[in-house]
């Protein structure tokens, strides 16, 4: 199992719509097969999303192409607009 826990930032004023959006590109990325796990908490100013996927192909197929789900929801959704990506650690379970 790959592992992967991203941390985000909402931009000032855009909590609630970042938060909405969230939770949109969330469930576009449980839907996929082979997302084993997929959950976000709040952690200070922060929000932090720890995800599973079957393996490290799985990740870069469904999060990583730039015409997989993740990149397609990202753009549809304008979720960047609302916050800023901080930091990302991944790497195969033990």
Known sequence: MYIVVSHWRPKPGQETEFE?????????LKSQPGVKFLE??????????VHAYQDEATYKKLV?????PFMNAL???KFESTG?????ERGEAL
Request: proline share 3%.
């Open 20 to 28: 909405t959006l969230g939770k949109k590109m969330g469930e576009e």
């Open 40 to 49: 976000t908490f709040k952690a200070g100013d922060q929000y932090v999303a």
């Open 64 to 68: 990583e192409a730039p015409d997989g």
């Open 75 to 77: 753009a549809a959704t």
């Open 84 to 88: 800023e990506w901080l930091s990302s």
